[in-house]
C-alpha cells in the first residue's frame, strides 16, 4: 500500500490578498466606468466606442435600456471567447460583465438627466476622463470589461491586425454609425473627443505611475556625482567604461535610473559639481527591482 506522505499545497496567504486587492479595484474601475457613462455620457446623448456605446445607440433609437443590449451583446462575446480562448481565460471577463450590467441598470435608473447640464462638451470631457480612468484601473489590475476587446483579440488571432488597431478600427466603426441615428456631425465630433479624452486616460493610468527616466552621464568628476546621487537622492549608479571616438581618450559612464519627480533633483546636483558634464535623459515606461515597482506576473 502506497501512502501519499505530500503535504496538500496552500495557497499563500499574500496571494490571497493580493487577489482580494486587484478585485477591489476592479470594481472601483468598473464603478468610474458605469458612472462616467450613465452620469454625463447618456443623459447628454452622446456616445462613443465599445459594446456600451452600440448598447447606447441601440438606447437612443429604440429606449431599451443600455444593461440589457450590454449583456446580451457580451454573452453572444463570451461564447466565441470560451470558445477560442477558453473558460479560464474568460472567467473574470464574465464577472465583470455581469457586476457592470448591474451598475449600469442601477446607475441609469437613478441619473435622468446629466450632472452638468447645457455643457456637452464638459459632459464628453468629464465622461471620457471617468470611463478612461475606470478602464485603466479594470485592466491594471489583470481585469476586462468584455466587448470590442474580446471581439479585438478575435480579430488579432486569425488576421495580422494588432489588438490596438483593431479596437481602434471597432471604436471610430461604431461613432460614425451614430450619424444614421442623430443626423448630426457634431454629436460624431462629440463621440471622438470622448474616444480621445478616455484613451489617453488609459494610457495615463497605465503608465503614469511607473514612468521613470534614464540618465547617462559622461563626467570627469564622476565619483563626486555618484557618491551625491547615492546620497542625496538615494539612488544607485552603475559605472561602466567607454572610450570617445574622436578623442579615444577613456571615459566614465554613470547610468542612473530614477522616478520622474526626482529629474531636477539630479540635474542640480550634476551642475553643482559638473558644469561642463554631458547628459542624456530618456524616459523609461517601467523599471522594476528594489526601490521601483515589484515584477507583477
Not at 51 to 61: D, E, K, M, Q
Not at 174 to 199: A, D, H, N, P, R
Request: with cysteine.
Amino acid at each position: 500500500m502506497i501512502v501519499n506522505t505530500e503535504k496538500p499545497f496552500k495557497i499563500p496567504k499574500k496571494l490571497i490578498l493580493q487577489e482580494i486587492q486587484d478585485d477591489f479595484f476592479i470594481l472601483l474601475g468598473l464603478c468610474l466606468y458605469a458612472f462616467g457613462w450613465t452620469g454625463f455620457l447618456l443623459p447628454a446623448g452622446i456616445t462613443t466606442g465599445g459594446v456600451t456605446g452600440i448598447a447606447a445607440l441601440v438606447y437612443f433609437s429604440s429606449g431599451i435600456p443600455v444593461a440589457v443590449i450590454y449583456f446580451c451583446i457580451n454573452v453572444v462575446l463570451l461564447a466565441f471567447s470560451i470558445k477560442i480562448f477558453g473558460f479560464k481565460f474568460s472567467l473574470r471577463t464574465i464577472g465583470s460583465v455581469l457586476v457592470l450590467t448591474f451598475l449600469l441598470t442601477l446607475l441609469q435608473s437613478l441619473i435622468k438627466e446629466p450632472l452638468v447640464k447645457n455643457q456637452p462638451f464638459m459632459d464628453c470631457i468629464l465622461g471620457g476622463l471617468l470611463c478612461g480612468s475606470g478602464i485603466g484601473l479594470v485592466f491594471s489590475f489583470k481585469g476586462s470589461t468584455g466587448g470590442t476587446d474580446i471581439l479585438a483579440l478575435i480579430i488579432n488571432k486569425y488576421r495580422h491586425i494588432s489588438i490596438g488597431r483593431a479596437l481602434l478600427i471597432c471604436d471610430v466603426a461604431i461613432i460614425l454609425s451614430s450619424y444614421f441615428i442623430f443626423q448630426s456631425v457634431e454629436k460624431i465630433v462629440y463621440g471622438m473627443v470622448v474616444l480621445g479624452v478616455s484613451s489617453y486616460t488609459v494610457d495615463m493610468v497605465l503608465n503614469g505611475s511607473r514612468q521613470s527616466v534614464q540618465f547617462l552621464i559622461f563626467s570627469n568628476k564622476y565619483e563626486e556625482v555618484a557618491n551625491a546621487i547615492n546620497q542625496q537622492v538615494h539612488r544607485g549608479c552603475t559605472l561602466l567604461d567607454g572610450t570617445g571616438w574622436y578623442s579615444k581618450n577613456p571615459t566614465k559612464v554613470i547610468v542612473v535610473l530614477a522616478k520622474k519627480n526626482e529629474a531636477v533633483t539630479i540635474f542640480r546636483l550634476i551642475n553643482m559639481i559638473d558644469p561642463n558634464a554631458f547628459i542624456s535623459q530618456s524616459s523609461v515606461i517601467g523599471v522594476y527591482g528594489e526601490g521601483f515597482e515589484q515584477i507583477k506576473t
